[in-house]
Each structure stands twice: as structure tokens, then as C-alpha cells.
């Protein structure tokens, strides 16, 4: 998960905050310094992080801060906000003209970023918006650069475009693609040009040729996140020669360090308008400031949850399943059909990293329950029980293990393994109800928040 080294830091340096009572300046000197560290450690502009540190600074040394009920809390809410106005304070989209007219998309990056599979991720989320989109392969010097478009095209049921004959050069590729999109009802054009291993004349030439060529509604710049400082060098480097209109980050899931996300807007001037946080084509997600600093302090995102809870899970099953947790009769039958939901949401690690106080840290007690890899063996597992068992996982007994092991064809140690993760999980989740039930009783209407709905535990 981006941001997992860094999060950990700052919420350990105020989780010692909190711990006091009242702060004195020294105290608050000695936090931000910490926090000073921790965002040069995460790669975030040493320009960016004096700016960010003095304002901070300015801010939570103050009479209202010092003699305040809850000092730390205050500390903390100041950061947070100047987290989100470093990274934008509003969520930024994509300038798309009504669907009765024309939108065209010019996709750009180096090799590597993920460009084309990000061109198809867009695709299918503004096809989901009720878009009619056409992808258009521009790429014909990278060998198998537009197959590699029309298999993840497939996938959305979103159809390309390309020179098939090798007639053209991608400024007429382009111009045809638009052309053709006019003439079969498509309104929305997504252009995914070349890209180089580094800048250069010849790309930006192209890229100011297409330019020349149609009218370009967005260009969108694709960095990869784990190139750190290099990301935000590369977004300068294209806006200056190029002209950009927002950026999307892509591999935040990834070993990140996370400073990009955090430098772009502050050094660039530009917005990140879509973040990709795995390899599935619905992994891609649209950035929103408040969101990432509530995250990145421990904070939880729960309205990026309740978002694709509501897109993804059957709020009667959901239902169902709190009545189950409230009453303990959650049972096995019931944890396939949560995995089944979570596997809809994006998967239990994507779930976990959204919910308020999980640290990054934590999320190594979940390792091989949420290893999307393991969940087949998982599932032997649970299909070799009796439906009895399943329903009543206390009485698992170790003979009865021993036999689900051997019918499962795995070990026992994996059966047991499994018996604690299920007992780990349901606590975790009965938790968790339980939270958000006392929230919504406050107010704050809980994961349910939005018509009374519900996560599937």
C-alpha cells in the first residue's frame, strides 16, 4: 500500500502527541520536526516540505492550539488540512464535454508508466458514466503496444482503433480515429500515444503535431508513482513542452514511497485527477485530497468505501450478514460469501487500508488472509467441511480438521491456520460493526451512511 512507511511515522508521532495532555512549543517543535523527516524519507520535495513545515508551524503554535481542550487533536486537524491543500483541497475531473458532443483524451507518458493500460482504465470508467468511448492505438513503435490495447479493450468491451495497413503516422492515425468516432456514434476518444524511455524532440514533436491535427480536450500526463522525485520531474518536463491538463499516478499500491503524490500540484501547478491502485482494469480511482490525507494519517477513507461498497455489494445480502455478525452466528458459508464481496470491492487488504485506525503495520496480521492468491486454497478448504461445520466453526474439532485437510488435499497446519484467521476476521469485523453502528447513532450514519447502507459485516 502507497504511503505505508510514511503513515506509519506520522501516526506514531501523534499518537505521542495525544498522549499529552497539554503541549508545550518545544513539544510541537520536536513533532514537526519528526514529521519534516518523514516526509523527506517518503521522497516528497525538500522545496515542497519547507513550505509545508512552515506553514504548519504557523498555524499549531498559537494560543488557540496551546491552550486548547485537545492540543494534539488540533495539531493533527492542522496537518491534515495542510496535507490536503498541498495535494489539490478539491477533487479535480476530467473536462468532458456533454455527451450530445465530442471528447478527446490525448494519453501521454514514458514507457513503463502504464499508459495503455490506464487509457483502457479510464475507458471503461467513463464508459460506466454512460460515455460511448473509442480507443485509438497511436503507439506503432513499441512491438505489440496496440495488441497489448485490444486485449485489455476486450476486456471492457470497448473497441480500437488503429492503422491496421501501417499507412499512417500517429498525427493521422489520430485525425482518423476522431473522424471515424464522429461517424459511428461514439462521443468520447481516447488517444494512448507513444512513449519514449526517456524525453525527447521526437515525441514532443509528435505530440505538438496531434495538437495541430485535432482538437485535444485533455492531456493527460501518466507518471508512475514509484519513480518518486523522477514522476514529478517528468510532469515538469511535459507541461513546460508540451502543455498538460492533469495527471493520473499510477502503481500507488505499489512499494511506494508516496512523494510524488504529495509534490505534484505543490511543484508542477497541475492536478491529479485519477490515482491507479492495482492491476485490474476497475483499479483505478479518482483522486481526492481530503480522502488521501485522511489515509495517510490513519484516518481511514470511509467515503471511497461507502462508494464502492454501494457499486459493488447486495445490500440485502449485506444486510443479512450484520444481522448474523450482531447475533455470533457468522459462520463459514457466510466468510465465502464476504470474500466473494470483498473480491468485488477490490479485495479485504484494499478494504482494511480504508477503515479508520488500521496502521499500515497492522495489515501484516492479515498477510495470507487477504493474499488474493490464497483464496482458491481458501475456498477448498471451506467446501471440504460439512454444511454443519461450516455453520458452526466451533466444533472443528482435531479430528474433524484432520479430515477437511486431507479432503482439501492440503495440510492440517493450513486447516488450523485457517480456523484462527476466520476467528481473527470475525472479531475484526464484529469490531468494526459495532463502531460504525455507535457513528451512525452520532450522526455519521456509519459505512451506511448514504440511504442506510450497509458493508457486508
Given at each position: 500500500m502507497a504511503f505505508e512507511s510514511l503513515s506509519d511515522k506520522l501516526q506514531n508521532i501523534f499518537k505521542n502527541l495525544r498522549k499529552k495532555g497539554?503541549?508545550?512549543?518545544?513539544?510541537v517543535k520536536a513533532a514537526m520536526k519528526e514529521v519534516k523527516l518523514a516526509l523527506l524519507e517518503a521522497?516528497?520535495?525538500?522545496k515542497?516540505?519547507?513550505n509545508f513545515m512552515k506553514s504548519v508551524q504557523e498555524k499549531a503554535i498559537g494560543s488557540d492550539v496551546m491552550n486548547g481542550l485537545n492540543p494534539g487533536q488540533m495539531v493533527i486537524k492542522i496537518v491534515s488540512d495542510e496535507l490536503t491543500t498541498l495535494m489539490g483541497s478539491e477533487m479535480v475531473d476530467l473536462k468532458l464535454n456533454p455527451q450530445t458532443s465530442m471528447t478527446v483524451i490525448m494519453m501521454m507518458g514514458l514507457n513503463g508508466a502504464g499508459k495503455t493500460t490506464t487509457s483502457a482504465k479510464l475507458a471503461s470508467k467513463l464508459k460506466s458514466r454512460g460515455y460511448?468511448?473509442?480507443l485509438a492505438g497511436l503507439d506503432i513503435y513499441r512491438p505489440a503496444a496496440v495488441r497489448q490495447l485490444q486485449v485489455n479493450a476486450e476486456k471492457i468491451g470497448v473497441p480500437v482503433y488503429w492503422d491496421d495497413k501501417h499507412e499512417f503516422l500517429p498525427p493521422d492515425i489520430a485525425k482518423n480515429a476522431v473522424q471515424y468516432a464522429k461517424e459511428n456514434g461514439f462521443n468520447l476518444v481516447i488517444l494512448d500515444t507513444a512513449g519514449r524511455l526517456q524525453i525527447d524532440k521526437d515525441m514532443m514533436d509528435e505530440l505538438h503535431e496531434i495538437k495541430e491535427k485535432i482538437t485535444v480536450d485533455d492531456s493527460i500526463l501518466v507518471v508512475d508513482a514509484m519513480t518518486g522525485q523522477d514522476a514529478v520531474?517528468?510532469?515538469?518536463?511535459?507541461e513546460e513542452k508540451v502543455g498538460i491538463d492533469g495527471v493520473i499516478l499510477t502503481k500507488l499500491d505499489g512499494d511506494t514511497r508516496g512523494g510524488a503524490a504529495l509534490s505534484i500540484r505543490a511543484t508542477v501547478g497541475k492536478p491529479i485527477l485519477y490515482v491507479?491502485?492495482?492491476e485490474k482494469l476497475d483499479d483505478l480511482q479518482q483522486f481526492y485530497p481530503d480522502r488521501m490525507a485522511s489515509r495517510i494519517?490513519?484516518?481511514g477513507d470511509v467515503m471511497t468505501l461507502i462508494e464502492r461498497a454501494q457499486q459493488n455489494v447486495d445490500e440485502q445480502q449485506a444486510k443479512e450478514m450484520e444481522q448474523k455478525l450482531r447475533k455470533a452466528s457468522f459462520g463459514f458459508d457466510d466468510y465465502l460469501a464476504s470474500m466473494d464481496q470483498m473480491k468485488k470491492m477490490g479485495g479485504m487488504k484494499s478494504v482494511l487500508s480504508m477503515m479508520p485506525g488500521i496502521n499500515p503495520s497492522q495489515m501484516s496480521q492479515f498477510e495470507d488472509a487477504i493474499d488474493e492468491k490464497a483464496m482458491a486454497r481458501t475456498e477448498a478448504i471451506i467446501y471440504s467441511m460439512t454444511p454443519k461445520e461450516r455453520a458452526n466453526p466451533e466444533i472443528l474439532n482435531p479430528s474433524r480438521r484432520a479430515r477437511v485437510a486431507k479432503g482439501a488435499g492440503v495440510s492440517l497446519d493450513e486447516v488450523n491456520r485457517l480456523c484462527k484467521q476466520f476467528e481473527q476476521s470475525r472479531k475484526l469485523m464484529k469490531q468494526y460493526s459495532g463502531m460504525l453502528k455507535g457513528r451512525k447513532r452520532r450522526g455519521f450514519g456509519g459505512f451506511g451512511g448514504l440511504g442506510g447502507f450497509k458493508l457486508p459485516f
Amino acid at each position: 500500500m502507497a504511503f505505508e512507511s510514511l503513515s506509519d511515522k506520522l501516526q506514531n508521532i501523534f499518537k505521542n502527541l495525544r498522549k499529552k495532555g497539554k503541549l508545550t512549543e518545544a513539544d510541537v517543535k520536536a513533532a514537526m520536526k519528526e514529521v519534516k523527516l518523514a516526509l523527506l524519507e517518503a521522497d516528497v520535495s525538500f522545496k515542497v516540505v519547507r513550505n509545508f513545515m512552515k506553514s504548519v508551524q504557523e498555524k499549531a503554535i498559537g494560543s488557540d492550539v496551546m491552550n486548547g481542550l485537545n492540543p494534539g487533536q488540533m495539531v493533527i486537524k492542522i496537518v491534515s488540512d495542510e496535507l490536503t491543500t498541498l495535494m489539490g483541497s478539491e477533487m479535480v475531473d476530467l473536462k468532458l464535454n456533454p455527451q450530445t458532443s465530442m471528447t478527446v483524451i490525448m494519453m501521454m507518458g514514458l514507457n513503463g508508466a502504464g499508459k495503455t493500460t490506464t487509457s483502457a482504465k479510464l475507458a471503461s470508467k467513463l464508459k460506466s458514466r454512460g460515455y460511448n468511448p473509442l480507443l485509438a492505438g497511436l503507439d506503432i513503435y513499441r512491438p505489440a503496444a496496440v495488441r497489448q490495447l485490444q486485449v485489455n479493450a476486450e476486456k471492457i468491451g470497448v473497441p480500437v482503433y488503429w492503422d491496421d495497413k501501417h499507412e499512417f503516422l500517429p498525427p493521422d492515425i489520430a485525425k482518423n480515429a476522431v473522424q471515424y468516432a464522429k461517424e459511428n456514434g461514439f462521443n468520447l476518444v481516447i488517444l494512448d500515444t507513444a512513449g519514449r524511455l526517456q524525453i525527447d524532440k521526437d515525441m514532443m514533436d509528435e505530440l505538438h503535431e496531434i495538437k495541430e491535427k485535432i482538437t485535444v480536450d485533455d492531456s493527460i500526463l501518466v507518471v508512475d508513482a514509484m519513480t518518486g522525485q523522477d514522476a514529478v520531474n517528468v510532469a515538469s518536463s511535459f507541461e513546460e513542452k508540451v502543455g498538460i491538463d492533469g495527471v493520473i499516478l499510477t502503481k500507488l499500491d505499489g512499494d511506494t514511497r508516496g512523494g510524488a503524490a504529495l509534490s505534484i500540484r505543490a511543484t508542477v501547478g497541475k492536478p491529479i485527477l485519477y490515482v491507479g491502485m492495482g492491476e485490474k482494469l476497475d483499479d483505478l480511482q479518482q483522486f481526492y485530497p481530503d480522502r488521501m490525507a485522511s489515509r495517510i494519517l490513519g484516518m481511514g477513507d470511509v467515503m471511497t468505501l461507502i462508494e464502492r461498497a454501494q457499486q459493488n455489494v447486495d445490500e440485502q445480502q449485506a444486510k443479512e450478514m450484520e444481522q448474523k455478525l450482531r447475533k455470533a452466528s457468522f459462520g463459514f458459508d457466510d466468510y465465502l460469501a464476504s470474500m466473494d464481496q470483498m473480491k468485488k470491492m477490490g479485495g479485504m487488504k484494499s478494504v482494511l487500508s480504508m477503515m479508520p485506525g488500521i496502521n499500515p503495520s497492522q495489515m501484516s496480521q492479515f498477510e495470507d488472509a487477504i493474499d488474493e492468491k490464497a483464496m482458491a486454497r481458501t475456498e477448498a478448504i471451506i467446501y471440504s467441511m460439512t454444511p454443519k461445520e461450516r455453520a458452526n466453526p466451533e466444533i472443528l474439532n482435531p479430528s474433524r480438521r484432520a479430515r477437511v485437510a486431507k479432503g482439501a488435499g492440503v495440510s492440517l497446519d493450513e486447516v488450523n491456520r485457517l480456523c484462527k484467521q476466520f476467528e481473527q476476521s470475525r472479531k475484526l469485523m464484529k469490531q468494526y460493526s459495532g463502531m460504525l453502528k455507535g457513528r451512525k447513532r452520532r450522526g455519521f450514519g456509519g459505512f451506511g451512511g448514504l440511504g442506510g447502507f450497509k458493508l457486508p459485516f
